[in-house]
Each structure stands twice: as C-alpha cells, then as structure tokens.
C-alpha cells in the first residue's frame, strides 16, 4: 500500500464506501424480487452483512450482501412455504458457516486451481454482464418483458458509455476521487438538469423505510420445519462460503496481502444469524462491489463500514435523492467491472496451458453461467483431481538400481502410489521372469493411501506365490505403520531401523524402516 497520510486515506476509504453504497442499492432490490420478498428483505440484508462482516470479517475491503447467486436458491423456499421460512433457513444457514469457521475448514479453498479460479472470475463476470441486459427490457402489461423501443435504447447506451467514458478518461486527470462515483454524479446531473426521460432507480422500487426491526422468524419449531430449511441452510451456507473465499482469494492477489478465511467463514456465518432475526435475506462476499471498492483505492475496513452506513442513511432519510439516479450510470459502473473481473490473462494462454487446463477453465465459466458458482467450482475441482490422478497414473516407472546380480535385481520405483497408479505400479514387475531375490526401493517414490498398500501386499503375495523372496528399502514410516495397523505387516525387527531388512508376517516381504 503505498504511504499517504491518514486524512488521506480516510477520505478515500468514505469516498469507495459511498461508490459502492451506491451500486448496491439496484443490486439489493433486484435480488430480493428474484427471491420473491420485499424490496428492503434485499436492502436489510446488504446493510446488515456488509456492516458485520466489515467489522468482524478476515478480509479488510472485501464487500458483502444479497447476491444473485443466493437469490435464485431462495426463491423456491419462499414461494412454497413463505418469507419466515427464509428468515430461520438464514439463519440456520449462518449457524453452519460459523462451525466451518470454527473447525478451520475454510482452507480448504485451498483445493480451487488457478484455472478453476480463472474459471470463476470469468464466468462471473459473464453473469455480472447478463444481469445488467435486464435493464435494458421494459415490462408491458401482460407481464412479459421486451427490448426498450429504440429511441429508448439509444439514450440509455449514450448515458452508459458516457458513464465508462469518464471512469476510464478521470484516472488520467486526477485520482483523488473516485472514478465510479464521479460517472454516476455527471450522469445523474445531466440526467436531471438536462430533462432526460430514462428509468431511474425509483422507477424499480423505492427504497425508503425504517430501522431493521429484531423479530423470532414465525415458523413452527418442529422436526418437520428443520426436514425443509436444513437442505436449503446447506446449499446457501456452502455457496455463500465458496463465492466470499473466491473473492478473497482474488482481492488477495490483487493487493499482494493476504486475508484470514476461517475468520471470514465465521463473521459470514455471524452476519446472516444477525439479519435473519432483522428480517434480511442473507448473502455473502459480492465480487463486483468488491472490485469497484479496491479500484476505488479502499484498503480498509473503514469502507465497507461506510457503505452499509450509507445504504441506511439512503432507507432512512435520502430516499428521494437516491431514487433519481439513472440505472443507466449504475450499469455503465457495472459494465466496467465487467472488463475489470475477466482475467483477459488466462484468455491470452489458453491456448499455450495443457488442454486439460483449458477444459477446465472453459467447464468452470461454463456451469457458472448456466447453474451456480457452487456447483461450477465443486465440478472444477472434480475434474482438477481427475486429471491430477490420471497424470499421477501415468508417471510411475523403474529403473535398475545398484546390486543388481543375475541372482538379484533391485528396482528403483519412482512416482506417486495411489489408487490412480496402482495398475500400472503391479505392470512393472513380473514375478516369473525375475530373480529369486528382489528388491524395491522406494527411496524417490511415495505411497499415500491404502490402495497403494493393498498393490504392495499383492505384489508381495505374487513374488510368494513363484517362490521368491521381496524386500523393500526407504518405506516411509507413516507407511509401515499403516501396514501394521491393518494387520499387514508382522512385528517390526529392531535391527530395521539401523537399515537392514525387514520381515512381514507371512507373506515373505521384508522392508526398510527408512522413511523420507
């Protein structure tokens, strides 16, 4: 971060939050009318997991509130069995996230690829892009939505790239403030001052209302009422964790620091308790708000403090100013973090990355367009681990190592021994052909789960079975005791630890209690 003063500093932080309270007012409406609830349901939600997870979350600057991806889940939930139902899945919902954060599951993110990653930021950004198309439709009286009439049209493309053009020309002049922000105040004055017919914020809904009231969601407290929140509390708990610690992962890298994401889990899960009881939607991290808050120059918690505060103040007392802002400059604003969140890097190389890759890139952005992110990074990391293991399978190999006699012959294993390898690991030796004495070492290989053993004992059994005796040097320890502890190997000779062979119960192996 580079050094300025704390006035400085605290100036810019208020300015991103109010950049990004801004952004959120649209967002949160439209959310809550895919959910099927009120308006403010989306609003309250925004005010109240943005502020705690501002206050308490692990990754300073990161933005949170209702989100598309949760909104479409929700929707079933509230239409079959009513907006209390949502409230007590909320906060169900945030009670799991608050035990993953306890247990430290959180590091599990550390799963995701990069391409899974790539895969993510550009499918999202591909949604961020579809969601804006809605503005651009107007809803006629049998309810089906068409295109704006062309002259319509025209004028809300000329206030969105008028929009874009002073985010991306204002940098050039001065950085003191926002880009964002100053597109949305031009366009909002010409909008205004020069009489422009063109839908506003107010047009959508208004957004003005009191102070989040605490209320027990009305729900019966029965075995049969958890049978219908707990699946749903599941599905939202594991996509609001995925999307927060995918966008942390990606704030991380753009700011170089590096954010704690067990507290995250857990001030998420804090966060939702909280606006489930003040009658708001849930959410989770929102990637474009974030993006728009660290290209604002926001470092701090002091942001996103300021944007919920904001978004308050706007439900409470400025309603009407903030019903007069044109959609159009809060879509140009979105359009541009659009062009920001596409990782044009990985367009660049993908066709210099292995195909596998590629595939996984392409498959990620793919099912987040056309499902969920949740169901989008689990079949990456799905198809990562496939691919990991089919590379595993196929670099396994041995090769002569010293001693070897026309009496006995020592192989030197090489690669990863794994459920993945196993048939190629037992096509490397023939038992008929070799020596009566054999040896493998697996001195610059590792065994790693209890597939790799069984291979061992079946070779061993083998070598038994034509009458000729297996030893195995440098078998970690960890091995030998898990060999040990499902009854495969016998007691263990004293003199294997000083290097010399071992022999297992029964079945003529021997080994080395030489581990790596």
């Known amino acids: 971060m580079q050094e300025i003063s704390r006035v400085a500093r605290f100036r810019i932080e208020i300015l991103a939050g109010l950049t990004v309270s801004l952004a959120l007012v649209p967002e949160a409406v439209a959310f809550a009318f895919v959910a099927g609830v009120d308006p403010l349901v989306g609003l309250y939600a925004a005010f109240i997991v943005g502020f705690v997870t501002a206050l308490t979350g692990g990754r300073p600057g990161m933005i949170s509130g209702a989100t598309g991806a949760l909104a479409v889940v929700m929707v079933t939930l509230v239409k079959d069995y009513g907006v209390d139902y949502l409230f007590m899945t909320v906060i169900l919902m945030g009670i799991i996230q608050m035990g993953i954060g306890a247990l430290k599951l959180g590091n599990l993110i550390r799963m995701v690829s990069y391409p899974v990653m790539f895969g993510f930021v550009n499918g999202l950004a591909i949604v961020i892009f579809l969601a804006q198309l809605e503005s651009f439709k107007i809803e006629g009286a049998d309810g089906i939505k068409t295109w704006l009439p062309i002259p319509d049209l025209g004028i809300m493309l000329g ?61 019966p407290y029965t075995f049969e009422t958890l049978r219908i929140i707990l699946p749903y509390a599941f599905i939202l708990a594991g996509i609001g964790l995925i999307e927060s610690l995918l966008t942390m992962t990606l704030i991380d890298g753009m700011t170089e620091t590096k954010g704690q994401k067990n507290r995250e889990c857990a001030a998420q899960g804090l966060a939702n308790v909280i606006t489930g009881f003040f009658g708001g939607m849930g959410g989770c991290a929102m990637i474009g708000q974030s993006m728009i808050n660290m290209k604002s120059g926001a470092r701090l918690r002091i942001s996103g403090l300021a944007a919920s505060l904001f978004l308050l103040l706007y439900i409470l007392f400025a309603s009407s100013l903030i019903e007069q802002i044109p959609i159009a400059a809060l879509v140009g604003v979105m359009f541009v973090v659009v062009v920001g969140t596409i990782s044009w890097t ?122 000729k005796h297996l030893d195995l040097l440098h078998l970690s320890d960890n091995c030998q005791d898990m060999l040990e502890k499902a009854n495969i190997l016998g007691v263990r000779d004293p003199k294997a630890e000083a290097g010399s062979s071992q022999r297992v119960a029964g079945s003529g192996l021997g080994g080395s209690g030489e581990g790596h």
């Open 346 to 467: 990985s367009l660049r190389i993908i066709r210099k990355v292995p195909r596998s890759d590629a595939l996984v890139m392409v498959l990620v952005a793919g099912i987040t367009v056309a499902t969920d992110l949740a169901i989008a990074v689990v079949a990456g990391v799905i198809v990562s681990a496939l691919v990991f293991a089919w590379k595993t399978a196929r670099y396994i190999y041995v090769d002569a190592g010293v001693g070897t006699t026309l009496h006995r012959k020592v192989y030197n294993l090489h690669g990863q021994l794994c459920f993945a390898s196993v048939s190629t690991f037992k096509e490397l030796f023939n038992p008929r052909l070799d020596p009566a004495e054999v040896v493998i070492d697996f001195q610059n290989a590792r065994v790693w789960d209890h597939s790799g053993m069984e291979a061992i004992v079946d070779l061993a059994r083998r070598y038994e079975r034509a009458g």
């Open 159 to 219: 206030l969105i790239a008028l929009t874009m053009a002073v985010i991306f020309l204002l940098p050039r002049l001065t950085k003191r403030f926002p880009a964002a922000l100053a597109g949305i105040v031009v366009v909002s004055a010409v909008v205004i001052l020069g009489g422009i017919p063109t839908t506003t914020v107010g047009d959508i809904s208004s957004i003005a209302g009191g102070l989040p009231i605490f209320g027990v969601p009305d729900v």
